[in-house]
């Protein structure tokens, strides 16, 4: 799985998570034109590259050239946010994979997905838009990640899974086969998922338990 060469790229998103893409992005070769941030109250530059200006600079940007985004944005519904307005200006979403990390060629990967360095995507997975595969995660095979999606550091889903969009799995949580995780769901760092959970809910411990509902973000 390699991301697009054609034209320059622009990450969106000047924070820590933004600079570990934009790095993918410098490892696999691609130009970086710098950032896109709408908080303009940040410094003009990080990682070596200049913070170009805010969503206005990007739209007035892609009329006077190639450009594609890639979402340097770790929070779900921000990120969601983000690609929208990009997909609504005709803007490319990139989708940006790590060198090291290892992808099935049967895999599908949609636009805007960022796999991190070390992960692994085995075969007939399926990564939706937007989502993060963070780094040395496993996503085995037949699993489906939904949009927007975090799966965080060393998480490791087994085969069939399925994570609902916008959902978010803390460092270390680990899925067992055929087991999914709801829509908008939050799972804390280091538990073991061995029932489905609904959509909206808050889970922690081995094995995971529901400890709150969330409200719903439509």
């Known amino acids: 799985m390699k991301i697009s060469n054609e034209g320059r790229a ?9 600079k570990v893409v934009a790095d993918i992005l410098q490892a696999c070769g691609t130009e970086i034109e710098g ?34 985004v890639a979402l340097g944005i770790g929070d779900n519904f921000d990120r969601r946010l983000v690609a929208e307005r990009c997909i609504a200006a005709n803007v490319r979403l990139l ?20 796999i991190m360095a070390h992960a692994v995507v085995n075969v007939d997975a399926v990564i939706q838009l937007g989502a993060i595969i963070n780094t040395g995660a496993i996503v085995e095979h037949d699993c489906k990640v939904g949009k927007f999606a975090h799966l965080s550091p060393k998480v490791a889903i087994g085969g069939h899974a399925q994570i609902g969009d916008l959902s978010w799995l803390g460092i270390g949580v680990a899925v067992i086969p055929n087991v999914q995780v709801g829509t908008g769901s939050i799972v804390g760092a280091g538990a073991t998922v061995v029932t489905d959970l609904e959509d909206w809910v808050v889970a922690i411990g081995t094995p995971a338990r529901v400890l709150r509902k969330l409200e719903l973000r439509l």
């Open 10 to 18: 622009i990450v969106y998103g000047a924070s820590g998570h933004g």
């Open 35 to 68: 950032f896109v941030d709408d908080d303009l109250l940040k410094s003009r530059e990080m990682f070596g590259l200049k913070i170009l200006g805010d969503a206005k600079y990007l739209i007035e940007r892609v009329g006077r050239g190639r450009v594609a």
């Open 95 to 114: 989708t940006a994979v790590h060198p090291s990390a290892t992808v099935a060629a049967s895999a599908k990967i949609a636009p805007g997905v960022v």
